[in-house]
């Protein structure tokens, strides 16, 4: 497998404020990274995919002016929520791509917003 | 046709038996296909997963069954154990897609001991 950290693991934060998610992968450069959001109960479902040195692939429906990915490295994956709201609450996972089709996940990020 | 559709979407299994369950999918160009298991506040792990030119893969207690002409794929987790309870999710995805997954709903098995 890969190993995926994520950095916080948690974080809660006022409604308004930006915060920003670390993914990093520990054991091989990863050119492409995904992130995914979960609610409580549910599937996993797909923000975006970064690569490294390109902006970010959006799936239909996400805002980006909102979800900020910078894929800076070929370790390192950034989400940053700008103004977060109550709604944007949930579990945020990212995952590296090793094998055109093999994904690893991180530990997750719980983001609660007040 | 993107939509990957799993059940059930929760299941009880004494300890010992058989864990099974079931995921199907429309696009045909669907060329990959793992299982995750997923406990509580914590990320999927990737358990086993099959390319369609394989009927069937086996690793330890877990196997894909791969069915190609009906498209659908099933996991078996034989002699479960209560340390199998978690949320398990299919997936599917395209090699020429970049390798984006498309998850199935879950299915949250509970094993008894």
């Known amino acids: 497998g890969a190993v995926v950290s994520q950095h916080p693991s948690w974080v809660i934060c006022k409604s308004g404020t930006s915060v920003k998610i670390e993914c990093r992968s520990l054991?091989?450069?990863?050119?492409?990274m995904f992130w995914y959001r979960q609610f409580p109960k549910q599937s996993l479902m797909l923000m975006a995919t970064?690569?490294?040195?390109?902006?970010?692939?959006?799936e239909q429906g996400v805002e980006k002016d909102k979800f900020l990915i910078n894929h800076a490295s070929l370790t390192l994956s950034t989400l940053t929520v700008t103004s977060a709201h109550p709604e944007d609450s949930s579990f945020y996972i990212c995952?590296?791509?090793?094998?055109?089709?093999?994904?690893?996940f991180g530990p997750g990020t719980r983001l609660t917003v007040l | 046709q993107q939509q990957v559709k799993q059940s059930p979407q929760s299941l009880i299994v004494q300890k010992g038996g058989i864990s099974i369950i079931n995921c199907a999918y429309e696009?045909?160009?669907?060329?990959?296909f793992p299982w995750y298991q997923q406990f509580p506040g914590k990320g999927p792990a990737l358990l086993i997963a099959?390319?369609?030119?394989?009927s069937e893969k086996k690793e330890g207690r877990f196997t894909i069954s791969f069915n190609k002409s009906a498209k659908q794929f099933s996991l078996h987790i034989m002699d479960s154990q209560p340390g199998d309870s978690a949320t398990y999710f299919c997936?599917?995805?395209?090699?020429?897609?970049?390798?984006?997954?498309?998850f199935g709903q879950g299915t949250e098995l509970s094993v008894k001991p």
């Open positions: 970064s690569n490294e040195g390109s902006k970010a692939t959006y």
């Open positions: 696009n045909t160009a669907f060329d990959y």
């Open positions: 997936a599917a995805s395209m090699g020429n897609q970049g390798g984006k997954l498309i």
């Open positions: 995952s590296v791509s090793r094998l055109i089709d093999e994904q690893f």
């Open positions: 054991d091989f450069q990863a050119t492409t």
């Open positions: 099959i390319r369609p030119d394989v």
